[in-house]
């Protein structure tokens, strides 16, 4: 059992969205907010801080999927890993279900 976390940001005039979903056992939850950012790479870095400060119901091992590859690069975190449709392993479906999230 373990966690699959995907954040996805949309940079908008004045702010940045972003989405996060978390994937466990087949079943997910997901959250909303906006960041006084304006860049994608700031917004996704602060969410992937932010989120590695929640408290989860269990202890089991988390993986936190982004498009932004400076963020993964940047923050050098065995558990950020890059998710895309480019990268080696395409995108993982809780990344794909956040970008999903931010444009229904």
């Given at each position: 059992m373990s966690y699959a976390i995907g954040i996805a940001a949309f940079c908008a005039a004045d702010h940045t969205e972003?989405?996060?979903v978390i994937?466990?056992?087949g079943r997910s939850?997901?959250?909303l907010w906006r960041?006084?950012?304006l860049d994608a790479h700031n917004a996704v870095a602060e969410a992937v801080a932010r989120v590695q400060t929640w408290r989860f119901s269990t202890d089991a091992p988390r993986t936190i999927y982004v498009r932004?590859?400076?963020v993964v690069t940047m923050?050098?975190?065995p558990l950020v890993q890059w998710s895309s449709?480019?990268?080696p392993d395409g995108e993982h479906p809780a990344?794909?279900?956040a970008v999903d999230l931010l444009f229904r």
């Open positions: 972003i989405a996060v994937q466990r056992d939850t997901s959250r960041s006084a950012h932004q590859q400076s923050l050098r975190d449709a480019r990268a990344l794909r279900a």
